[in-house]
């Protein structure tokens, strides 16, 4: 059974930085393509950042420089470092991993709120 936790959320003044976590079991974070989904009140669910299984990584035009996917595989964890926070980074956030064999998984979320 594939389960995706994330942590981390949390209130933080514009500016400030916070890490999201995303510990996976049933499945392995380093053969597949990892991704952090966003969704803000009244919004559609947007994709933030994806890291393939290679290594290589995208990400929205609105966090490049900001935030960085990264990875752990001895721990299977995701993570996402998010730095120099805007309030409309305000949002839960999703992980999510696209399997091989194309199905796809989500955690509940976590909750960021940034405050001006």
Request: hydrophobic share 30%; proline share 2%; net charge positive.
């Amino acid at each position: 059974q594939v389960q995706l936790v994330e942590s981390g959320g949390g209130l933080v003044q514009a500016g400030g930085s916070l890490r999201l976590s995303c510990a996976a079991s049933g499945i392995s974070v380093s053969v597949n393509t990892m991704g952090w989904y966003r969704q803000a009140p009244g919004k559609q669910r947007e994709l933030v950042a994806k890291l393939f299984s290679g290594g290589s990584t995208d990400y929205v035009d609105s966090v490049k420089g900001r935030f960085t996917i990264s990875r752990d595989n001895a721990k299977n964890t995701v993570y996402l470092q998010m730095n120099s926070l805007k309030p409309e980074d305000t949002a839960d956030y999703y992980c999510n991993v696209y399997t091989s064999y194309g199905v796809d998984y989500w955690g509940r979320g976590t909750l960021v709120t940034v405050s001006s």
